[in-house]
């Protein structure tokens, strides 16, 4: 009997050893964003996925056989009585010339390990390689003068110098992409950005650069600006106007289902609004590094609303919403022919929410034009188009109340004057 109780306490304790270090687990260990340069100082992010949690976590920065400590946290060891359901960590720190001064521009590697917080105490080590970049970036720009018009759009030239993989034109929060100077060294740049409506007239534009481990350099070039007040109107609405508008946009009811018509309508000016603005500055990567316009650009029509008009729609006597046209809308006549501003290559034509039926012409260097509400199209994309050319017929698809053209213009995504 004795034998058979040792036995079993034998079996007990080896089969509990056993289901415990069966049950251990290891760490899921993942870098967002992965992280592919640094220099000087550069933050990672680190995410561990264990069930059982960490009781270490270590994170190294190795070159040429030397190592430097970079991160550490401990945690009171559980071997027996673990947790079963620990949430997910993040961990962060910086890397760089910072945590290390014998780094080298060169090859290295972020190196991080854990050990899990249970039985069997898993190590998991995970490497990422990484490209050592401490040179620092110039920005050099002319010394022109520059002056330009709140809502419209300048151009200056400048020289990017030192380590960099990224130039142009800071405004505020709107950033503008350079690009090389015709038969010049690629070092030297030009960029055309926009001094955007809605920014104060204190904003300063600077030329950039900034190398891949995001060290920026900036610099202060000469520019007079010349501040505009953009009108502000009230748009009436009714709920004729509005069933019109809404079901011209959705006529299947699918944008904002089961809502009432203020609340479509809402959805429509101001979600999707926003929506479609993206989609057109996304627009912006379809570019050829070219000039593809011919002389001034032309518009035709009579306008009747003007660029940033700031509209503020009126329902039953009170204000519901406040939206900023960003374009010209053209009065036309019915089956008035829709003609290309300039010369350029047709990036979109199809339906864009509520510019209804629409064209984007891209006219090289990310400068680009727009026409909304077509009742027809006749081109497509890809499509080269002459200055003039009819590419269609006006409308009052999309949020049109009347037959026009919606036309605007933007520079690397952002509408101008």
């Known amino acids: 009997m004795k034998l058979v109780a040792v036995a079993l306490v034998l079996f007990l304790v080896i089969g509990g050893a056993t289901a415990l270090f069966l049950l251990s687990t290891t760490t899921m260990v993942e870098m967002t964003p992965v992280v592919q340069t640094i220099g000087f100082s550069t933050p990672v992010a680190m995410k561990l996925s264990n069930p059982h949690g960490l009781r270490r976590v270590s994170a190294y920065l190795e070159q040429g056989g030397a190592r430097y400590p970079l991160f550490e946290q401990t945690t009171p060891a559980r071997r027996f009585f673990w947790n079963r359901h620990v949430a997910p960590k993040s961990v962060a720190f910086d890397t760089g010339k910072n945590k290390a001064a014998n780094l080298k521009e060169g090859k290295a590697q972020i190196v991080l390990e854990t050990v899990s917080n249970d039985f069997r105490a898993a190590a998991t080590a995970a490497s990422y390689d990484v490209n050592v970049v401490l040179t620092a970036p110039r920005a050099t720009p002319d010394g022109l003068q520059h002056y330009i018009n709140q809502g419209g759009m300048e151009l200056v030239t400048f020289t990017a110098g030192g380590a960099w993989n990224e130039a142009g034109v800071k405004v505020d929060k709107y950033s503008f992409r350079s690009f090389p100077l015709p ?200 499509d080269m188009v002459k200055k003039g050319q009819k590419m269609g017929i006006a409308g009052q698809t999309g949020l049109a109340g009347g037959v026009h053209v919606h036309f605007g213009m933007q520079i690397d995504g952002v509408q101008i004057n």
């Not at 000016?269 to 057109?280: A, P, V």
């Not at 290559?345 to 012409?361: E, F, K, Q």
């Open 183 to 382: 038969g010049r060294d690629p070092s030297q740049r030009f960029a055309m950005f926009a001094y955007p409506w809605d920014l104060a007239a204190d904003a300063v534009p600077l030329v950039f650069a900034r190398n891949a481990a995001g060290t920026e350099a900036t610099a202060h070039f000469w520019f007079k600006l010349f501040p505009k007040k953009f009108r502000v109107r009230d748009f009436p609405l009714d709920d004729s106007l509005m069933e019109k508008l809404v079901n011209s946009v959705d006529p299947t009811g699918t944008l904002a289902p089961g809502k009432d018509l203020l609340s479509r309508f809402l959805y429509i000016n101001g979600e999707l609004r926003r929506k479609n603005n993206q989609q057109l500055a996304d627009l912006r990567f379809k570019t050829e590094e070219k000039v593809l316009w011919d002389g001034p650009f032309i518009h035709y029509g009579k306008e009747e609303a003007d660029f940033a008009d700031v509209r503020s729609y009126i329902y039953h006597g009170q204000k519901v919403d406040q939206q900023v046209h960003l374009g010209f809308d053209l009065s036309d006549t019915q089956n008035a022919p829709v003609n290309a501003a300039n010369d350029g290559r047709v990036v979109w034509a199809s339906d864009l929410g509520i510019y209804g039926n629409c064209i984007v012409v891209d006219h090289g260097y990310a400068l680009q034009s727009i026409y909304g509400h077509l009742r027809e199209i006749d081109v497509k994309p890809g």
